[in-house]
């Protein structure tokens, strides 16, 4: 089969080629990808900037059709839609294990990071990882699950979010729109987005057209005064930091109100030494912590696709067979991809 090889840690060290496919064995499924999602972390590996095993196919929010199982699968058969949580090798029982977080066993073998993932035609995996999609749910659209799952998870089971919160959501990029979404499906009062100058010809469009109900920028507005003028001097309520970069978590610190919450998705690039520490004291903030998604959080996220109150189709920008991964590494360089997808 052709997948999608990193061969090195350095920048550009992605070589499409021909590999054997994959065998599964007894509690496994063979899936042949049809969609798999181009997320930030993929683009760092081809920058350069993501560890991970090596040689190593990437990929790892992939939508595919169950070809064959092994001899001791029932819950899947041959046809089936699927997208696949990415729990493996975890040990079962440890502290995380046994609490129902999986993804944060210190075992766990992501695919993609530390076994292979799913820029290929075939992944094998194991079966009590998938979950089955409707037919009304797209390809392209069950790419976006695993991003859409970290999302409900940080949201729903780590920062509760309630109705009637003031959500302020910082950095558009494909996390922060599903954010935005997600904060308005659950009932949010109020959704205001936050990007910079970089974002205002396409991704603070898009979050209005997706539900944001004020977008600004912080790098020719003041947020913190309008933010605090909208809400009448309280402050928000909830911040999904989104963006990773100090201005933006220290200004989400500042229009929180006391008593509000910060939940954190953003990753940045280096550690972050100069955070308004004593601004979050003061104001007796929870700051929450979010990474990778909670098992359950797929099967929230895969009924909102099946019923169609989440709009995944306007976020996804470019889509490209896996041989062109030059073409949308390029244009993700130049900041015109919202999500792209690989269609293998
Ligand atoms: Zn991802
Ligand atoms: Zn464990």
């Known amino acids: 089969m052709k997948a999608l090889v ?11 080629e021909e590999v054997s496919k994959p065998n599964y064995m007894n509690n496994e499924a063979l899936i042949k990808i049809q969609a798999v999602g181009v997320c930030g972390t993929d683009y760092h590996m081809w920058t350069g900037g993501v560890i991970t095993d090596i040689p190593i196919i990437p990929g790892h929010e992939f939508c595919g059709i169950v070809e064959k199982v092994g001899s001791d699968v029932t819950s899947v058969k041959p046809g089936d839609k699927i997208v696949s949580r990415l729990n493996i090798g975890v040990c079962g029982t440890c ?29 094998s995996i194991d079966a009590k990882q998938l979950i089955k999609l409707e037919d009304n749910v797209s390809f392209e659209e069950g790419a976006l699950v695993e991003p859409m799952a970290i999302v409900a998870t940080a949201l729903l089971e780590r920062a509760k979010i309630e109705p009637e919160d003031f959500v302020v959501v910082f950095g558009p990029g494909p996390i922060g729109l599903i954010a935005v979404q997600m904060a308005k499906i659950y009932g949010a009062n109020k959704v205001i987005m936050i990007g910079t100058n970089v974002d205002e010809k396409m991704r603070l469009p898009l979050a209005k057209k997706i539900g944001a109900d004020i977008v600004m920028n912080a790098q020719t507005q003041d947020i913190e005064a309008e933010i605090m003028k909208i809400t009448g001097g309280k402050g928000a309520d909830l911040v999904v930091e989104a963006s990773g970069s100090e201005p933006a978590i220290n200004s989400g610190l500042k229009v929180l109100r006391r008593l509000g919450r910060m939940c954190v998705l953003g990753l940045p690039s280096e550690q972050q030494n100069n955070i308004s520490w004593l601004t979050a004291a003061e104001k007796s903030l929870s700051i929450i912590f979010s990474y990778s998604s909670a098992p359950w959080s797929w099967n929230t996220v895969t009924s909102m696709l099946a019923r169609g109150v989440f709009d995944a189709k306007s976020l996804i920008t470019h889509s490209y ?12 360089k130049k900041g015109e991809v919202v999500k792209g997808i690989f269609l293998p």
Do not use: T, W
Not at 110 to 120: D, N, Q, T
Not at 321 to 332: G, N, Q, T
């Open 321 to 332: 067979p896996l041989s062109e991964y030059k073409v949308m590494f390029d244009k993700i």
């Open 6 to 16: 990193r061969k090195g840690l350095e920048a550009e060290q992605f070589f499409y």
């Open 95 to 123: 502290r995380s294990c046994l609490s129902g977080n999986p993804h944060m066993c210190i075992s766990r073998e992501c695919p993609g990071f530390k076994r292979e993932g799913a820029y290929a035609e075939y992944i």
